[in-house]
């Protein structure tokens, strides 16, 4: 069965491992993050006010900003460890890829071994949601019929040319009547890719999982 619906919120999340905080730590030690503020203040259009640096918290928060965009919330944490990047109740596709694509641009040419991808929306439906996830997952314990208010489905795909694990989630929504929840999340393990290989590979995949699922997301206004 196939469902149409529209996006109702979207919220975006990714994650880099580096492969060897070392290297980042010698880097550091000869320009401080210091270099890295007038960047991010360029690129992201911040006020220096929006620009923190934590020496106590090196591995995942040496260097931390967030923003505003509209209704939408950007915030990164670079650590010498992990980068951290969440985008809450993202406008749309273009939006997302600018801001990822500027933050990879503080990072990119340090190896990583591991890169997550995660999109999470909360879609309105123009089709009944009930129906189509019974058609997903139709047998649910007889014991439960009675008492159940939703049902889902989880998936965990492998995708091994791109060592690359997709876990997928699809159940009625919390928040919107008659709506269902998308999960998606994208883990390169270990990681082949530099973030613009690995967004496009995703895309990609994220593509291929929707068509599967028969899931249409209108993304027009």
């Not at 106590?56 to 965009?69: I, M, Q, T």
């Not at 209704?71 to 969440?86: H, Q, R, Y």
């Not at 990583?112 to 309105?124: E, G």
């Not at 883990?187 to 082949?192: A, D, L, R, V």
Request: hydrophobic share 40%.
């Amino acid at each position: 069965m196939e469902l149409l619906t529209k996006p109702v919120t979207t919220d975006l999340s990714y994650q880099a491992f580096f492969e060897d905080p070392l290297q980042l730590i010698k880097e550091f030690k000869e320009v401080l993050p210091y270099s890295v503020h007038a960047k991010v203040a360029k690129d992201f259009d911040l006020s220096l006010n929006n620009i923190k640096i934590d020496n106590n918290a090196p591995a995942n928060n040496l260097l931390h900003f967030s923003k505003f965009d509209g209704p939408s919330w950007f915030e990164c944490s670079f650590g010498l460890e992990v980068v951290t990047a969440n985008l809450k109740f993202a406008k749309d596709e273009k939006q997302g890829q600018d801001l990822y694509f500027k933050a990879a641009e503080l990072f990119q040419q340090f190896p990583m071994k591991r890169q997550r991808m995660v999109i999470q929306q909360q879609l309105s439906t123009e089709g009944d949601s009930d129906e189509y996830l019974r058609s997903l997952n139709p047998n649910v314990p007889a014991k439960f019929v009675e008492k159940m208010t939703g049902r889902g489905v989880f998936y965990t795909l492998k995708f091994s040319e791109e060592e690359l694990i997709a876990h997928i989630t699809v159940a009625k929504s919390l928040f919107v009547e008659n709506g269902v929840f998308k999960s998606i999340e994208f883990e390169f393990s270990p990681n082949k890719f530099n973030f613009a290989d690995a967004y496009r590979i995703a895309k990609g995949h994220r593509e291929f999982i929707l068509d599967e699922l028969k899931l249409r997301i209108n993304l027009e206004a």
